[in-house]
């Protein structure tokens, strides 16, 4: 009640310091030193590709088989090498949500986190979970701490994450 959100997604990082947000929501290993956080789920990854693909290609096929698609990042490269060794990346990207939309244009497999591949209906999940060791934190200035909307909207934020938390660590059923 009585809480003006305004929502930012960016990838980016907010200066909680300088009081670019008064709250973030984050992906991080670890919460930086000087904000006061909570670590609230691990947010589970997968490989995905569009039915299409998958049927064309073969559901039992190795991932070598596939075309892929990663993120310009050695961490995505490394990731690809490691799960499809000899495996032909025809596509890099920049954002997830470019991720998702080329994945689904059957344009290669990629990695998704899963509540954004599980619930789309034109994704398959492909193999098993991958955990790249990220969490998903509410993190705030330590200034901010004994702020009414701000300790309302991080209760708000864990209880709605707790709710959800199968969702986000990929443990509910993948569809199809």
């Known amino acids: 009640p009585d809480i003006e959100l305004e929502l930012t997604t960016t990838p980016s990082i907010v200066n909680l310091t300088q009081r670019e947000a008064d709250v973030a929501v984050r992906l991080a290993g670890d919460a930086p030193e000087h904000l006061l956080g909570s670590k609230l789920a691990r947010v589970g990854l997968a490989i995905y ?9 073969g ?3 190795p991932y070598s088989a596939f075309p892929w698609l990663g993120f310009d990042s050695a961490g995505s490269r490394s990731l690809i090498e490691r799960e499809a060794p000899g495996a032909t990346v025809v596509m890099r990207l920049d954002t997830m949500e470019s991720m998702v939309r080329a994945v689904e244009a059957g344009l290669g497999l990629g990695m ?3 509540v954004r591949g599980d619930a ?3 994704l398959r999940r492909v193999g098993a979970l991958l955990f790249p060791g990220r969490h998903l934190w509410v993190l705030t ?3 901010l701490r004994g702020s009414a909307r701000v300790r309302a909207f991080t ?6 994450i707790k709710r959800d938390r199968d969702l ?4 509910r059923p993948a569809v199809g």
């Not at 590709?49 to 290609?57: I, K, Y």
């Not at 986000?168 to 443990?171: F, M, S, V």
């Open 120 to 122: 789309s209906p034109g």
């Open 49 to 57: 590709g569009s039915r299409a693909l998958v049927e064309e290609v």
């Open 141 to 143: 200035h330590p200034e």
């Open 112 to 114: 998704i986190p899963c």
């Open 168 to 171: 986000l660590e990929g443990q």
């Open 59 to 61: 559901v039992h096929a």
């Open 155 to 160: 209760q708000y934020m864990r209880t709605i």
